[in-house]
Nanobody, 116 residues
């Protein structure tokens, strides 16, 4: 079964850190870019970060730049989103997406709540 499973969400303190994981199974993860999105309650989805298939190139939304680090371990078929200096406005459901030219897969989403 081809799927992405996200873990690592929860409640974090403002100024603290959380790390989200996105574990792939059933497909060749190393051939896929990984995107991270978030959707806060009542708001549209926002693209947060993207990492290239090999894991060497990343890009971040201006709203999270310098506070988020995206990485990818193709051997473990897992992508990570390290979130530092958490702010309450980071509260959202976070989704990972693995995409290639022909296919894409979505994780189920993980809730991140930042308390002030």
């Amino acid at each position: 079964q081809m799927q992405l499973v996200e873990t690592g969400g929860g409640v974090g303190q403002a100024g603290g850190s959380l790390r989200l994981s996105c574990a792939a199974s059933g497909f060749t993860f190393r051939g896929y870019f990984t995107w991270w999105y978030r959707q806060a309650s009542g708001k549209e989805s926002e693209l947060v970060a993207v990492i290239a298939s090999a894991g060497g190139s990343t890009n971040y939304a201006d709203s999270v730049r310098d506070r988020i680090l995206c990485s990818k371990d193709n051997a473990d078929k897992t992508a990570y989103l390290q979130m530092n200096s958490l702010k309450p406005e980071a509260t959202a459901v976070y989704y990972c997406n693995a995409g290639s030219v022909n296919y894409e897969y979505w994780g189920q989403g993980t809730q991140v709540t930042v308390s002030s």
